[in-house]
């Protein structure tokens, strides 16, 4: 019986266990979840706040248009964060469901036992029948083990009323949370019900307002070709820039690897020259050994014989000796990547910046992604395609525009329709602000992290928007442009 008792006690700790841990760990996820949701919230109250500033011009025009876009955009995610959130909850009403179930069949098979011990127990309640049971035993011995197995099932009842009376503190609590997350689960279903309902909403002013632009879509056409016109000069004013970074690398290391030739040259003379009057001063020393021999009586002749032939050995060069060359170091091939040329902190600057994707701070302080990466078809005019080689942040008004990660500017120029333009290189890779109205850092200058480099300008619409963008080298020393999304923090 008293291993029937820690049988049981040890099923009740481990089943406690278990479930502590798996709502600990599910916890964890749904305060990610939450923390995510409280974000989302954050940004569609920045976004109706950048709308309301588009809504000051009466006229519908394209930066409302985007505006309502984000923000649309920014509730999707929010039902899908909702819904991950109630999806999570049925998990857990499901298993706490379960744990119920599995702890009430427990209970009841513990109560089963405790009646089945009571009843043992009043059917041997006089006594005279625990007296019989001790007395009758067959020596002192005998009746002591008698009296602990009493004591041991008086025990073993006490257990089972201890882990009855657990198991149901357990399911009291099981219960308890598998109602509040059905209340939990409740209000994320109302929730859920309103965001629906707003953007019902705020798709129809979304169609609203295209309707209304359709109207000027010869206006819109010429506004599409100017912008995109100045974007390809954007995109080629930093491919050249870009490529000027790489020539200067390349000379520079060409520079220095001829000046390692050069050296290697020098020291390889130096060494032959070293080496030849090594063998000038042999032979003079032989030629001093000759001459003391010399006349010394009987054994002149033959001491001088072996000096000439010492004399010679040393003069004359060895036959089979092949000669020793050594080749300079070649300066590098034409085709020497980028990367290969960076200096040792240059490198370094760049493997910090790969290692910190998606955790980059924004250029903008405040502001919602209103102009997304890549090729994708206007608005309104469907059958127009456009393309943005970074993304569009609208901000308040002269907003500072920060540096996203520590570097060193590289250009500071103007293009028509894009305004002032700062790249900074950051090893293999250069982020590019365009769109400022001021700028506050210069050619060659170093920068940090969060560092203001200027103020943002406004677009033909009035508005304060950035463009921001993310290039690298690549292996064949071009340039590719980087959904800069994926680099900065969510």
């Known amino acids: 019986m008293g291993k029937k008792i820690v049988r049981v006690c040890v099923w009740s700790v481990v089943l406690m ?243 390692k030739a050069e050296a290697e040259k020098q020291r390889l003379a130096l060494e032959k020259k070293k080496q030849e009057e090594a063998k000038r001063l042999a032979a003079q020393q032989a030629a001093g050994d000759d001459q003391k021999t010399f006349g010394t009586g009987a054994n002149a002749v033959r001491l001088n014989t072996g000096s000439e032939r010492d004399i010679a050995s040393v003069t004359k060069p060895p036959a089979d000796k092949p000669k020793t060359t050594s080749t300079p170091t070649k300066p590098p091939a034409e085709n020497l990547s980028y990367k290969m040329m960076l200096t040792p902190e240059a490198t370094a600057l760049s493997n910090s910046f790969e290692n910190n994707k998606g955790k980059l701070p924004w250029p903008l302080e405040r502001g919602i992604i209103v102009g997304s990466f890549g090729i994708h078809k206007h608005a309104v005019a469907e059958k127009v395609m456009v393309e943005n080689d970074g993304i569009d942040i609208q901000t308040g008004p002269s907003a500072p525009v920060r540096c996203v990660y520590k570097g060193v500017v590289k250009s500071v120029f103007s293009v028509p329709g894009r305004g002032q333009v700062v790249l900074v290189s950051h090893g293999l890779y250069f982020t590019v602000y365009s769109q400022l109205a001021s700028v506050n850092v210069k050619k060659d200058q170093a920068v940090d992290t969060k560092q203001i480099i200027g103020t943002v300008g406004t677009n033909d619409d009035g508005l304060s928007v950035l463009n921001f963008q993310v290039w690298k080298v690549s292996a064949n020393n071009g340039s590719s442009k980087m959904n800069p999304e994926t680099w900065i923090a969510r």
């Open 17 to 259: 266990l278990c479930s502590f841990s798996q709502s600990y760990a599910q916890k964890g996820s749904r305060s990610d979840l939450e923390k995510r949701r409280a974000h989302l919230i954050n940004e569609i109250k920045e976004a109706q706040n950048q709308l309301k500033v588009t809504k000051k011009d009466k006229n519908a025009n394209m930066s409302q248009l985007r505006a309502l876009q984000s923000k649309l955009a920014m509730r999707q995610k929010l039902i899908s964060n909702i819904n991950d959130q109630m999806g999570q909850l049925d998990r857990n009403i499901k298993n706490s469901a379960g744990e119920v179930k599995q702890l009430s069949n427990k209970l009841s098979d513990l109560k089963t036992r405790y009646a089945q011990s009571v009843r043992f127990s009043y059917a041997n309640r006089h006594s005279s029948s625990i007296l019989a049971f001790l007395f009758s035993s067959s020596s002192y011995n005998d009746a002591i083990r008698r009296l602990k197995y009493i004591r041991r099932l008086r025990d073993f009842r006490r257990g089972q009323v201890d882990d009855i009376r657990n198991t149901q503190v357990v399911i009291e609590k099981k219960i308890s949370q598998l109602n509040v997350a059905k209340s939990q689960k409740e209000v994320l279903r109302i929730a859920e019900e309103r965001q629906k309902q707003i953007i019902e909403n705020e798709t129809q002013e979304k169609n609203s307002v295209v309707l209304s632009l359709k109207g000027k879509e010869k206006d819109l056409l010429r506004t599409i070709s100017k912008n995109q016109k100045s974007a390809r000069q954007l995109k080629n004013a930093i491919s050249k820039i870009i490529q000027k970074e790489i020539e200067i690398a390349r000379k520079k290391a060409l520079e220095e690897a001829r000046k």
